[in-house]
């Protein structure tokens, strides 16, 4: 290799001016000192590599820089534990940026490499997005037993989903006891996660009377109105205790409506349902991208005044507003009320049809929990209970 010692010496020059550098001249320069010390400069070459990908809003840029970035922390230092750390960093943002592409093939193979570094998480949103969940939970079971108690919910609920999407209902139902149990200890033992409760034990409700179990859903929906009935007669300073995340809300929403959306395949991939992290980039645009079809539909059918359909339609519609904004505290109960409220009133209107009145109403009764609203979401759900049970 032949070294421009000229361009080596500018490029010192100018990372020892007094001047503040933009990333474009801090990675010029750094592309040139890499090339005589990596270990020094390969990893500062792969940070402002990423910064500029990070920053650019052209796709095709962004792949070419991660690419450049993935180059120089393959040449760092080898072993080293900040080498590690580098590639897989811009082994993310290259996959990132090549699934935005729809490149699926290379940014799945970049996952695999990813996990063969320990980090299987986006392998395993990859396999659920092309409807390979017996493989996607094999994955989530080992990311759910080794990780960190903060993220016990999304771990779980992620491998469940998988399991459910596989037909493995019973070994589903088993993982979402387990978490049902955390949390519970949770609420015992700290005074937290109440809410959290209340959606899980609705969504295993859900997930049970799926598949035919009517009594463990039953009992599921009654320990879910104790909650509420508990929560509704807080005082506030019990209240303020109380931890909660719209994007529990948002998510087991959005699983609850898997069954209704195409199923998902390599060749037309779906959202990991069960999760609002790490969507490829094509499949969250995809997913998004059938609101006009639906909203074409919608008016089609309210037009003939076919309720059920009409119902089901709009059902889908508000679960791409969750997954669009639905972990957004501003105007939260705003601009979500209109949706729930007409599902209800629609609903009521189908008296031959009381499934659908307790879908709506038990939709309603979460999103309620989310508003915080406590008396009118037990209401919700005690009339959903009654119809259903």
């Avoid at 690419?67 to 922390?73: G, I, L, N, P, Q």
Wanted: glycine residues 8%; proline residues 4%.
């Amino acid at each position: 290799m032949t070294i421009d010692h000229d361009a080596v010496l500018r490029a010192r020059v100018l990372l020892l001016g007094s001047g503040r550098l933009g990333p474009e001249e801090l990675a010029g320069a750094y592309r040139v000192l890499a090339e005589v010390s990596p270990k020094v400069y390969g990893p500062k070459l792969v940070g402002a590599l990423l910064t500029l990908c990070n920053h650019s809003r052209d796709p095709r840029v962004k792949v070419e820089l991660a690419a450049e970035a993935v180059r120089a922390a393959r040449v760092a230092e080898a072993g080293a534990p900040e080498q590690v750390e580098w590639l897989c960093r811009a082994l993310e943002a290259y996959q990132a940026s090549l699934f935005a592409l729809g490149r699926r093939a290379e940014g799945r193979a970049v996952c695999e490499e990813l996990a063969g570094a320990g980090r299987s998480g986006q392998l395993a949103t990859v396999l659920a997005e092309e409807g390979c969940f017996g493989e996607a939970a094999a994955l989530h079971e080992v990311a759910a037993r080794k990780g960190a108690p903060e993220d016990s919910f999304w771990e779980m609920v992620r491998w469940a989903a998988s399991l459910g999407g596989a037909g493995l209902h019973d070994a589903a139902a088993a993982v979402f006891r387990e978490l049902l149990a955390e949390t519970r200890r949770e609420v015992t033992d700290r005074g937290t996660g109440p809410l959290l409760l209340v959606w899980a034990l609705v969504q295993f409700a859900r997930m049970r009377e799926a598949v035919g179990g009517g009594a463990s859903a039953a009992a599921a929906r009654r320990e879910a109105l104790g909650v509420l009935e508990q929560l509704a007669s807080a005082t506030a300073g019990e209240a303020r205790r109380w931890y909660w995340s719209l994007g529990w809300w948002s998510t087991l929403f959005v699983l609850s409506g898997r069954a209704a959306e195409p199923a998902a395949s390599p060749e037309s991939p779906m959202p990991p349902f069960g999760t609002e992290r790490g969507w490829s980039r094509d499949v969250r645009e995809g997913f998004l991208g059938m609101q006009p079809g639906l909203d074409a539909e919608a008016a089609e059918l309210r037009e003939a005044e076919r309720l059920p359909e009409l119902v089901d339609v709009l059902r889908r519609i508000s679960i791409r507003a969750a997954v669009r904004d639905g972990d957004h505290h501003y105007r939260f109960e705003e601009r979500f009320a209109p949706r729930f409220d007409e599902g209800v009133t629609l609903a009521r209107r189908l008296p031959d049809d009381p499934a659908r009145l307790a879908r709506a109403l038990t939709d309603r009764s979460m999103f309620l929990v989310a508003a915080r609203s406590f008396e009118r979401a037990h209401a919700d759900l005690a009339e959903a209970a009654a119809l259903l049970d």
